[in-house]
T-cell receptor, first 110, second 113 residues
């Protein structure tokens, strides 16, 4: 079963624009992680935000977490064609196993 | 440094055949996880180890699936009497410990004919 639900399912933007992706989940969590997956390849870890944190930054990435609404957002600023990929949010409870959503397909047009 | 490695990268099996998938975690990583990813879906948890102890195997789909990590390092996921519905990418991840970032390997793509 999949806890996280990402929104939108697909996103197409122009290079240089910002991309915002949302994730909602159902149960309490210890942390939430965002991953990127290029076609046919493994998952690349982007950022981890813990349940007691509200916002984190890493380069062009900004992640927010609202535990009262059980939601998170991933913002990619100044997007590049190389950002084209599928993005997944994954939640971890006390037992650390990750529960993934179905993913968001991001296309960045040159 | 070396990341998580998995072998083989691709495996084609005839229905009913047994397969073994190997995972080499990042050196020093205590926790090791196996996930199954069907086409167009997010990964789904199968099982995880803390050192050599298998602490949770609630995600294994049936008793045909078996995982081990006898020395707390390399892990093997074995699928007996493979079925077509076992076709998927099998991902391995490792982390320094519970609650830490999980780093994924490239996966093994299994196709059962």
């Amino acid at each position: 079963s999949q806890q996280g639900e990402e929104d939108p399912q697909a996103l197409s933007i122009q290079e240089g624009e910002n991309a915002t992706m949302n994730c909602s989940y159902k149960t309490s969590i210890n942390n939430l992680q965002w991953y990127r997956q290029n076609s046919g390849r493994g998952l690349v870890h982007l950022i981890l935000i813990r349940s007691n944190e509200r916002e984190k930054h890493s380069g062009r990435l900004r992640v927010t977490l609202d535990t009262s609404k059980k939601s998170s957002s991933l913002l990619i600023t100044a997007s590049r064609a190389a950002d084209t990929a599928s993005y997944f949010c994954a939640t971890a409870g006390a037992n650390s196993k990750l529960t993934f959503g179905k993913g968001i397909t991001l296309s960045v047009r040159p | 440094g070396a990341g998580v490695s998995q072998s083989p990268r691709y495996k084609v099996a005839k229905r009913g055949q047994d397969v073994a998938l190997r995972c080499d975690p990042i050196s020093g990583h205590v926790s090791l996880f196996w996930y199954q990813q069907a086409l167009g879906q997010g990964p789904e948890f199968l099982t995880y180890f803390q050192n050599e102890a298998q602490l949770d195997k609630s995600g294994l789909p049936s008793d045909r699936f078996f995982a081990e990590r006898p020395e707390g390092s390399v892990s093997t996921l074995k699928i007996q009497r493979t079925q077509q519905e076992d076709s998927a990418v099998y991902l391995c991840a490792s982390s320094l410990g519970l609650g830490e970032t999980q780093y994924f390997g490239p996966g093994t793509r299994l196709l059962v004919l």
